[in-house]
């Protein structure tokens, strides 16, 4: 039994070092980061320990612009994008014929370089000297007045992210959902038929709960997904996110680190620990929820 334990150990050795290394390790760094008031990068020295790095962050308007930014993304994409997702994947259940090519369609947009569709859709909705975009084309054509949805109200800038961030993470959500709605028992919809069931009432009484497991789990990879976004923002904003208003906190954190206003670990390390807090937070809270709601 004891050289069962021992293997066993062994086995786990390597994943272990990894998640201490590469996991523990800087989380209980960034934790010391946090605490040290007045860092000199360059010195490595500190003046003190305590919150006001907190303080700092918290009372920071590029920091609550970025709070702001990511808890609107998230609050909007992450219901929109499964809620859809859950609709397509159901529509591709239900064709027969080209089942496999709709598939392969809807999963392309996941394989793409994100940088390239956040090109793609700048050059959709940016205004230019020689065009306002293919968006604004449309608007103008049922009767609208053009937007600068790019360098224009924050609302427009808002609206782009929310549609790219949807359009960037439904494939993936539509393949799991698929995967999901294959995976339920025929007999369950026989005996529904049987019974004379809507098609309303059996996919609310049996493929809803029988997929519920894997709708939780894409709520909750959205949730850490979207509390994460900065690369989608640069794709179609540039660079220098405070200027356009559209950062986020995890575009904070780099900011501090590297940005214009670099050479701040102390503050990157203080939001980090914020974001991780909310992060964390929204996870057990959806736990909770899926103890009663999710059918295992």
């Keep these: 039994m004891k050289d069962n334990n021992m293997k066993a150990w062994l086995y786990l050795l390597p994943a272990l070092l990894f998640l201490i290394f590469f996991m523990v390790y800087p989380l209980v760094d960034v934790m010391f980061y946090s605490t040290e008031q007045a860092y000199n990068f360059a010195s490595q020295t500190y003046s003190g320990r305590g919150l006001f790095n907190f303080s700092y962050v918290l009372h920071d308007t590029y920091f609550l612009q970025a709070l702001k930014n990511t808890f609107i993304l998230v609050i909007i994409t992450v219901p929109v994008s499964t809620g859809l ?13 080209l089942k496999n090519l709709f598939e392969t369609v809807y999963f392309l947009p996941y394989v793409t370089n994100t940088l390239a569709v956040g090109l793609v859709f700048m050059i959709l909705f940016k205004k230019t000297a020689y065009s306002d975009g293919l968006i604004n084309l449309l608007i ?23 549609i790219y961030t949807i359009w960037i993470v439904m494939p993936f959500k539509v393949l799991i959902l698929t995967s999901a709605l294959a995976s339920v028992k025929k007999d369950y919809y026989n005996a529904a038929k049987i019974d004379g069931t809507s098609k309303f009432r059996t996919f609310y009484k049996i493929t809803l709960p029988m997929i519920s497991p894997m709708i939780f789990y894409l709520v909750i990879t959205g949730f850490i997904g979207a509390f994460k976004a900065y690369s989608d923002e640069v794709a179609i904003f540039g660079t220098n996110l405070n200027a356009a208003g559209m950062n986020t906190i995890v575009g904070y954190v780099y900011d501090m680190l590297y940005g214009d206003s670099g050479g701040y670990p102390s503050y990157a390390s203080a939001a980090a620990l914020i974001l991780f807090v909310i992060v964390f937070t929204i996870t057990v809270i959806n736990l909770m929820i899926s103890n009663k709601k999710v059918q295992y």
Aim: glycine fraction near 8%; proline fraction near 6%.
């Design 85 to 97: 997702s859950l609709l397509i994947a159901l529509a591709l259940n239900s064709i027969k014929p």
């Design 140 to 162: 103008n054509f049922f009767g609208g007045e053009s937007v600068d949805f790019i360098d224009g109200p924050y609302w427009a800038k808002m609206l782009v992210m929310c």
